[in-house]
């Protein structure tokens, strides 16, 4: 987990973080992608990357014979719960253009949520890991091409 200074927006690790209200815990594999849409004024709540290491680490407690691999998805794979990386954004935020593959949705308070979902065909379960590192990466790329948040 990183950490977020709530001004500045620079990423920090757990242990160089002095006084905790100031900064906000984000995941690893989506704090450049925050970063940047912050920095651009396209204000965040709250997001997710996905954790694929989790789902991995379940896998193989779940199923500890390790000459076997998990289909994640599969009717047969113990990982039924869905994994998904989302960003919500600040009420007011609203994108013209989304990331590949990222569905949009309104919540009840009328905030933008954007989000993935990788378990639709049944995965081995490093290929969910790599889905959700290649996501994460279009993510950043689509963040970095976006204009200036202007209301």
Known sequence: ???MHKETFKIYSENSVTNPVDYFEVDDLIALPIQTLNHKGYITES???????????????IL???SSSVIY????SPLKKPCRSFIL?????????L????NIDKTKDNETLIEKYYNDNGVYEYE???????????LYEWALNLPDYKD
């Open 1 to 3: 987990m990183a950490y």
């Open 99 to 102: 990331p590949p593959e990222f």
């Open 47 to 61: 997001c997710c990357s996905g954790h694929p290491f989790l789902y991995l680490i379940d896998a193989r407690i």
């Open 89 to 97: 954004f600040k009420e007011g935020i609203y994108l013209k253009k």
């Open 73 to 76: 998805g599969s009717e047969d």
């Open 128 to 138: 969910i890991v790599r889905n959700i590192l290649n996501a994460m990466e279009q």
């Open 64 to 66: 500890p014979d390790l």
